[in-house]
């Protein structure tokens, strides 16, 4: 069964409807876990804190086998959940942080994906945290082309 691992922050949350729709598409065909450095530590009271905030967003426990916490500075986490990934056989990664999904491939994930829209580090506009949720690029482009959404 394939292993599917995702991340929150700038991911599953700049598009929560769609995730949570392929999520749902996906059950019995994959496990599916979430592999996030948001929260901090790996305690309960934060992996509580971040599945309520899947949980808000659409994204309820029964989409998804766990949630993995890693905490350290950006290169730190960025090791921390490649070796995650790895350890646990993780087929599929799907996280915004290009840095995140450097360290992924490098540790042998076959499959890293990187939602363009709300990617992080590298920009070209200089600012490595620039995120943009799905519905705030389709009222900017809307607003470009003079409609309205």
């Known amino acids: 069964m394939l292993k599917v691992a995702l ?7 700049a598009a929560p409807a769609v995730f949570a729709s ?3 598409a996906m059950k019995g065909s994959c496990e599916t ?3 996030t450095g948001m929260g901090g530590q790996g305690d309960a009271a934060n992996y509580a804190g971040v599945a309520a905030y899947l949980s808000a967003l659409g994204v309820g426990p029964e989409l998804y086998e766990g949630i993995a916490i890693i905490s350290g ?3 730190e986490k960025a090791q921390a959940k490649a070796s ?3 350890d646990h056989g993780t087929d599929i990664f799907i996280d915004n942080d290009k840095g995140n999904a450097q ?3 490098e540790a042998g994930i ?3 994906l990187v939602p363009w829209a709300s990617r992080e580090g590298d920009k070209d506009d200089g600012n490595r945290k620039a995120r943009w949720t799905v ?3 389709r009222a900017r482009h809307a607003a470009e082309k003079g409609d309205e959404m």
């Open 135 to 137: 519905e705030q690029k």
């Open 110 to 112: 076959p499959l890293v």
């Open 33 to 35: 876990y979430v592999v």
């Open 7 to 13: 991340d929150v922050e700038g991911t599953i949350d």
């Open 22 to 24: 392929w999520l749902n």
């Open 103 to 105: 360290a992924a491939i």
């Open 84 to 86: 995650w990934l790895f």
């Open 73 to 75: 500075d950006a290169k």
